[in-house]
């Protein structure tokens, strides 16, 4: 059974950094895609970056500041967040597309916090 295992989310400051990892256990798979997302309480969830086969692709207030990353090695993704605003406040998820010998997955990390104050 293939599970999405966060980690890497805490309290910074604006203008701090934090690097989230999204490592995938299991066997026999492999990372079709990948995603980060953000939630809020009682809002959607919405995409903060993916990567699909080496191409990566940014929400508007990441784009410049986030950096997806896949190490596929590992089965580990990674979220670099650098200059983190207060506006970046919210709980984290991984999902990802995985594809097994007999289908393909959709899965969901756990989530993880994210909070930036000063």
């Known amino acids: 059974q293939v599970q999405l295992v966060e980690s890497g989310g805490g309290s910074v400051q604006p203008g701090g950094s934090l690097r989230l990892s999204c490592a995938a256990s299991?066997?026999?798979?492999?990372?079709?895609?990948l995603g980060w997302y953000r939630q809020g309480s009682g809002k959607q969830r919405d995409l903060v970056a993916i990567?699909?086969?080496?191409?990566?692709k940014y929400a508007d207030s990441a784009a410049g500041r986030f950096t997806i990353s896949l190490d596929s090695d590992k089965n580990t993704a990674y979220l670099q967040m650098n200059n983190l605003k207060a506006d970046d406040t919210d709980v984290y998820y991984c999902?990802?597309?995985?594809?097994?010998?007999?289908?393909?997955?959709?899965?969901w990390g756990q989530g993880t916090q994210v909070t930036v104050s000063s």
């Open positions: 999902g990802a597309q995985i594809t097994t010998d007999l289908s393909t997955l959709e899965l």
């Open positions: 299991g066997s026999d798979f492999s990372i079709s895609a």
């Open positions: 990567i699909v086969t080496g191409l990566t």
